[in-house]
């Protein structure tokens, strides 16, 4: 009887299993070099059978920012920074419901324009200008004022690849900011127009007011040290993210398979522009100190940095 | 002669003695939650529940826990659990509080 007792005592003191936490469990089963972690991938579970593999796919960085409760923040409510174009320029580009490229900086569906998913870095300046005149026979030099200025702002974002979701986004970015240094030409309805104006949202009102901009440069910077994962460009993907649900239609955009590197880096300069119409209606110092000249970043005034 | 006690991880925890001998088994009767996963037994697995309970849960022991969340799929506790057949998957979260 005593081998008996041994024999069923060994069972619950040998592995007291139970009471580990969940999230080391999930820890360890997922390290690569754990064999239980590689046999719960291949058959697509995880650890604690809290979920498939394939449940989250697509929503490692958020880009519809949820509230605490889950509802989707409205991309006009959103803090995080937005580069965007008027709603008649995004019919024709993100907007338009044949761009399958762009979709996923749709309007509606997606995060209307570009916004960068990790934090960027920005810089803005704001200059006065002022002539100098040497004076004869003076131990100081005489400056008059000649103008002010904003220079270009810099943003300097990461993006990463980690399903198809963000490789989508990726290359809509891209496509979106290519297109942002090109003019309409030749066959174009808008034939002879300079490219198109971006609007710049962020961290609020009073700091990004919706500030128009032209693109002045853009880079897209890919490191050699990185992977690079294949992502299905052009298609729609399940609502979990996993797969490709099918190909685009024969009237949809550019359907095929891409390589992007797991972790980039996207720089874009926008110029501040401002329209002389909107400067000498608008544009007062004492409201642009009182911060008129930011409210409602959609408004005529709006837009002042 | 000691009392025998069955470990918490064990089918028979909570089935009593009655004298020298287990009386009518009283297994757990573990809840069907709507989120449980739904596992379509790999080859990996095939007729290894054991494996399957120490990869999810961490404890080979465990391994009966399969066929009383799915009784209409899996009889036989191991032969059953075929490559291809699909089962409902206990969380661990789930046994924790049920087994204390």
Known sequence: MTGLENDFESGGVSRNILSSSGTSALAN????GNSSGARLAQAGLMAGATGLLKDIAGSVFNINFQNSDGSVIAPENDWRVRVSMSSQIANLFYDNPANTLMRPLNSQTGTSGVVFPYTPTVTLSHTARYGTQALTHSNYNSYFYEGSEIGAIQINGEFTVQNVREGQYLMAAIQFFRICTKMFFGRDEYAGSPPPLVFLDGYGDAYLPHIPCVVTQFSHTMQSEVDYVQIPIGV???SSGELPVGPPS???SYGGIV???TSSTITINL????????ISENFTLENYARGLTIQGGNSTRGGFI | MAEVTYARNSPYARTKFYGNFLDVAQFPNIPKNADDVVFEINRTYQYRPDLLAFDLYGDANLWWVFALR???TIKDSIFDMRAGTKIYLPKKSTLDSLLG
């Open chain 2, 70 to 72: 799915n009784p209409n």
């Open chain 1, 29 to 32: 089963s997922l390290s690569p």
């Open chain 1, 236 to 238: 729609d993907i399940g």
């Open chain 1, 271 to 278: 110029q501040p522009v401002y329209s002389r119409k909107n």
């Open chain 1, 250 to 252: 024969p009237n949809d």
């Open chain 1, 259 to 261: 390589r992007l590197p």
